[in-house]
């Protein structure tokens, strides 16, 4: 029998839950970690302590169900929003995370929201700037700790460290790169970006000056939508998803991969009827 491994990164601890073919939770596992708060407002973490946690979680549910390592077929990630995690080009974290809950950034958020205009900011993102974003975090950083920050090679999100450490991959996915950084325009999509998105990256680059070049997970996860919303009967094959999920214009028909999600799909056909009615309201948009 193979296994699904999800983990999620939290504010409080890392917890593991182990799935099998049929759908059900058959080990579950959390191992917490501390909050460190030096000045008022101020909000910290430590990745190590985030790694270490994720490890203990899996070792618990893989111990608990009796389950081998070589049975987990996948695993999925997910977790706290907002966090900036900031490596040097080595791969080592230069300081700690800076949490969602975070306020240090106001004045930063007030300096960006002057300097780009208020309406102009809405129209681009969507959002106005809080403390909580990844973008005035970063700023801060850059205005406070200047040393820290001239060795910035890789900024990452708190889930993201732990895929880092697990997989050795540096990448966010398109909706955390949308929604918790402020350094993503609001018509980003998985195969590309619109006039907005665009105007905004320059913004970030002239405006900001913030050299960044954003790296995601997306196809991955284009092809687990493609994957649930077919397993659950929303859209009747892989291509109709496709062409459902991404705009005319960005419309790519699958090729080799189709055949692992049919794979995936008969492996683990009880996981995704549950799906059906987020599903159907996602393809109701």
């Known amino acids: 029998m193979s296994y699904l491994l999800g983990i999620d990164v939290g504010t409080s601890g890392c917890k593991a839950v182990l799935v099998d073919e049929a759908g059900r939770a058959v080990a579950t596992a959390t191992r917490g970690y501390p909050l460190y708060s030096l000045r008022a407002a101020w909000a910290e973490q430590d990745p190590e302590d985030w790694w270490q946690a994720t490890c203990e979680s899996i070792r618990a549910v893989l111990d608990a169900a009796s389950v081998a390592p070589v049975a987990v077929a996948s695993v999925g990630l997910t977790g706290q929003m907002h966090g900036l995690v900031l490596l040097n080009a080595a791969g080592d974290v230069l300081r700690p995370a800076i949490l969602w809950n975070d306020q240090r950034s106001a004045a930063e958020c007030a300096a960006i929201t002057e300097t780009v205009g208020l309406r102009r900011l809405l129209d681009l993102t969507g959002n106005r700037v809080l403390p909580g974003f990844t973008a005035p975090k970063l700023l801060w950083v850059r205005a406070h700790e200047p040393e820290v920050y001239a060795r910035v090679a890789h900024v990452l999100l708190p889930k ?22 402020g350094l993503q325009g609001r018509e980003a999509r998985i195969a590309g970006g619109g006039a907005r998105s665009l105007l905004w990256q320059q ?83």
């Open 160 to 181: 993201d460290y732990v895929r880092y450490r697990l997989t050795g991959t540096l990448a966010t996915d398109v909706s955390d790169l949308m929604a918790d950084t």
């Open 203 to 285: 913004i970030v680059a002239d405006v900001l000056q913030l050299a960044l070049t954003p790296t995601t997970t997306e196809g991955a996860a284009y092809g687990a939508a493609l994957l649930a919303g077919v397993g659950a009967g929303v859209w009747p094959d892989v291509p109709t998803a496709s062409r459902a999920l991404r705009p005319t214009a960005d419309v790519v028909e699958p090729g080799d991969t189709a055949e692992l999600y049919t794979k995936l799909y008969e492996r683990y056909p009880a996981l995704y009827p549950a799906l059906a009615p987020h599903f159907a309201a996602l393809a109701a948009l």
